[in-house]
Structures are given as structure tokens and as C-alpha cells.
């Protein structure tokens, strides 16, 4: 991983090696340790360094773009003179008018490098958790990721940013012959996951979901748990909170800027200073990160721009750039669902008759117009009845309009967790009325 001195130095190389109306250079440098296992036992352990740098050179309204690999000196000089001679070769882009300019200047969100976690700490992780399912007569799968990374970026303008992080993921399968239970975690910080106590969590799930019932199709009351509630609102935040979508017409928010679009209760912000998000406070054209609230008591409020498209449409960046260019926009990264005043355990009692889901998978948007999402239960579905848990159901796919789903929320917990890797949420646990499941499975 970079450090600061280093990435300031190349991308003053970079900026001064080539003249034209406006430069912009980047770099991304990433340290990524991966430990997978399955059946108990670690199957696969590496570690990528992943460094790279990209550039736009700007003529008038003519644009050039490259990435390499090569940080140092001549690389980085060699990159920039690519950069203008493809800006040369192209069409003006009429819609372009400038790369951001500065704004005010902040400290390192993190004051200390992030520690590099050795395989050696990531498989004695992996030790207790197999150690946990062992204990259940249970298999376990998974998978740990621990990253640093940090994030350069400068402009002919005048913007100079830089910062880093790191973050720890993981997740852990727990299996019998015909159940599974799931648990996750994702943090700052590899030191503060309990992997014991999380092996615990995805052991029990396992345990109580043996010899898993069918369920008819329909639609039931389901006590979401926050991964299947992240699952829901990643897919939204994708196809309707980025200032691509609205600007197309494709996001329902264009539409319905300013009315109701979720239940009273749902508030929904984009804050990458949240204490328990993870990531950089700024975004891939070096423009500081603003909170930007997307839906406010059920009502759209905003969406989220990058310098493209605040200057199409006359709005203010609010520093959401993706690395240019790209197809999806800007999107947020890091959300906030604005958890409630309940205790989850209030919430599962309160329940006559539902269905608890742990998490999603196998999610796709079927009608991004319609935001009609599609996808399967797994690992711990259970029965609830009469405020408790009796029994395992076999998985079920569920056909949903998200935000018709969101008018009937009818509890939200108290206690929220971060879910999510590349787009994150900090997520409580949701309890929702006529939830609609279109199928059943036979296992």
C-alpha cells in the first residue's frame, strides 16, 4: 500500500508531464488477504497487492483515458502521454464542461496506517470457527477477508486528496446434513470480530433448522434480518439513487422527487461518516463526500451526483464519482437506514404468524422500472408462531415491488449492523406485512 509521500510524489509526476487544458491522475493501491474453507478445513489462502494508477487528459472538451500498473516514474509519464494522445484521437464530448475544483481541506480520516492481518491471524480465525461447528457435529465454509487500501487523487485544478482504511469481512457457513445457518461480520477492524461467538451464531441457526418444513407460497408477515435488509436496499441504492438513473428517467425518484415513495417510517441517508461505516471520506475525482439524505420519512428527498453530472444538471457535486469512465454513475456507497426504537426481541414476539429470513441471495432486478426484485431465502428460514421460532422451513423465492415493500414495514429494531461489502449498509432488522413469497423449493 502506498503511503501518502509516495502517491503525492507520483501524482505530481503525473501531473506535470503533459500539457493540456485540464489533467486529472489517480491512484488506487490495494492490499487484499483471502482465506476461503470448506467441509472444516482451509482450502484456499493468498494475498494480492493490487496497485494502480489512471488518468483523463482534457483538451477543450476532448477526453482521454488510461489505467496502468506501472507506478513509477517513467510509468507514470509514459500513462499521461497515452492519456493525451487518445484525448487527441476523440470526439469532443459536448456534455463535458469541467473536472471539479477544490474544495475545503481535511485531515486523514484515519491517523494511523492500517495494520497488514498476516494468514497466520486470519486462519487461527478459522481455527475457532471450525472449533464452534465441530462442537455441533457441523461442517463449516466461509470466508475471511481483511483489505488496506488507500486512495490518491489530484487534479491541474487544484484538488490533492488522500486517505486510506482497511476493513475485515467475513462469513460463515454452519452445515448439517439437510440445514444451514448463517452469520457475518464486517468491520474496521480484524481485532474487534468475535470469531467464537460468531461460529455461535451461524452453529445455532444450523441446529435449528434441521429436518425444515415446506411452506405454501404467499404473502406473510417476514422479520427481515439486517444481511436480507441490506440485500433489498444495495439493489435499490444501484438502480435508483444515483444521479445517472435520475437523469435518465430510469429511477422512480425522477419521477417522484419530493412525494411519497416508501412507508412513514423509512428514512434512508448516504453518510460516509457515519461511525460505523468503512471506506474513504472522498470520491474518485478527489471531491470530498457530503451526507446527502436519499428518502426522509418516506418521502424522496435527493440523489447522489458526481462533478459530470452536478454540472449537466445544475446541481451540487456531492462527491460520489465512480472511477471515470464508467457505465453506472455515481451511486451511493456507504448507507444509512435510520434504525427504530424497537428491540429486535420485542419484534419477533409481536409476530402471530411469519416467517424469519437470515438472508438473500441469487437477488436480481426483474423490472428496474417497476424496482421488482426477485430472489431466494437461505441458510436459517424459519417458522415463527406466536412470537417464537417452532420450526426450519425449506427456502422460498420472493417476487417483491421494493418500494410498495417499504410502505408496509411495520416495525423497525433499534440495534443496526453493517452489512455489505462495495456498496455497505448500515442496516436494522425489519418487520414487514404481506410479504410476498412466489415459490417454494425442496430443500
Known amino acids: 500500500m502506498l503511503d501518502k509521500n509516495r502517491t503525492s510524489e507520483l501524482l505530481t509526476i503525473g501531473l506535470k508531464s503533459v500539457k493540456a487544458d485540464q489533467i486529472e491522475v ?7 488477504g483471502t482465506t476461503r474453507f470448506a467441509n472444516s478445513i482451509i482450502h484456499q489462502n493468498m494475498v494480492v497487492e493490487s496497485p494502480h494508477l489512471w488518468a483523463r487528459v482534457i483538451l477543450k472538451n476532448k477526453i482521454g483515458g488510461i489505467s496502468s500498473k506501472e507506478l513509477h516514474p517513467e510509468g507514470v509519464k509514459k500513462a499521461l502521454a497515452k492519456a493525451l494522445e487518445l484525448a ?35 486462519a487461527k480465525a478459522v481455527e475457532q470457527i471450525v472449533k464452534v ?25 487544484g484538488i490533492f486528496n488522500y486517505d486510506w482504511a482497511a476493513d ?24 474487534h470480530i468475535d470469531f467464537t461467538a460468531l461460529a455461535e451464531k451461524a452453529a445455532e441457526k444450523a441446529i435449528a433448522s434441521k429436518d425444515p418444513i415446506e411452506i405454501e407460497p404467499g404473502q406473510y408477515t417476514v422479520f427481515l434480518e439486517e444481511p436480507a435488509v441490506a440485500e433489498i436496499i444495495s439493489f435499490l441504492d444501484f438502480y435508483e439513487f444515483g444521479a445517472k438513473a435520475y437523469d435518465e ?25 457515519h461511525p460505523k461505516t468503512i471506506g474513504l471520506p472522498f470520491d474518485y475525482e478527489g471531491v470530498n463526500k457530503k451526507k ?43 448507507l444509512v437506514v435510520k434504525p427504530g426504537k424497537v428491540p429486535r426481541e420485542k419484534m419477533l414476539k409481536a409476530i402471530d404468524k411469519g416467517i424469519l429470513v437470515t438472508r438473500f441471495w441469487y437477488t436480481r ?39 410498495e415493500t417499504l410502505k408496509s414495514v411495520r416495525m423497525i429494531a433499534k440495534e443496526t449492523m453493517l452489512c455489505g461489502e462495495f456498496i455497505s449498509v448500515v442496516a436494522p432488522a425489519l418487520v414487514i406485512d404481506n410479504f410476498n413469497f412466489a415459490s417454494k423449493t425442496q430443500y
Not at 489517480?26 to 487484499?32: A, N, Q, T, W
Not at 477477508?145 to 485544478?157: C, I, K, P
Open 168 to 191: 475485515t469481512w467475513v462469513t460463515i457457513t454452519a452445515m448439517s446434513d439437510n440445514s444451514s445457518g448463517y452469520a457475518s461480520a464486517y468491520d474496521k477492524n480484524f481485532a
Open 249 to 273: 428517467k430510469r429511477s422512480i425518484l425522477s419521477k417522484k422527487m419530493g412525494k411519497r415513495i416508501t412507508g412513514s417510517n423509512i428514512t434512508i441517508v448516504e453518510d460516509a461518516y
Open 26 to 32: 489517480g491512484i488506487f493501491s490495494l492490499e487484499r
Open 133 to 157: 461447528c465441530k462442537k455441533y457435529n457441523l461442517e463449516a465454509a466461509g470466508v475471511i477477508h481483511t483489505s488496506r487500501y488507500s486512495l490518491g487523487v489530484a487534479n491541474s485544478l
Open 292 to 334: 446527502v439524505v436519499i428518502i426522509q420519512n418516506g418521502i424522496a428527498k435527493n440523489v447522489v451526483f458526481d462533478s459530470f453530472y452536478a454540472q449537466k444538471l445544475g446541481k451540487k457535486n456531492t462527491g460520489h464519482a465512480l472511477p471515470q469512465p464508467n457505465t453506472a454513475g455515481p451511486f451511493p456507497l456507504n
Open 365 to 403: 432486478m426483474v423490472d428496474p422500472d417497476k424496482t421488482l426484485l426477485t430472489g431466494m431465502t437461505r441458510d436459517g428460514t424459519f417458522l415463527i408462531e406466536n412470537g417464537k421460532i417452532t420450526k426450519g422451513l425449506k427456502n422460498m423465492r420472493f417476487l417483491i415491488n421494493v418500494y
Open 88 to 122: 487527441e484521437h476523440q470526439k469532443p464530448d459536448k456534455e463535458f464542461k469541467s473536472l471539479p475544483k477544490p474544495g475545503p481541506k481535511r485531515p486523514l480520516r484515519v491517523k494511523k496506517e492500517p495494520t497488514f492481518v498476516t494468514p497466520e491471524q486470519r
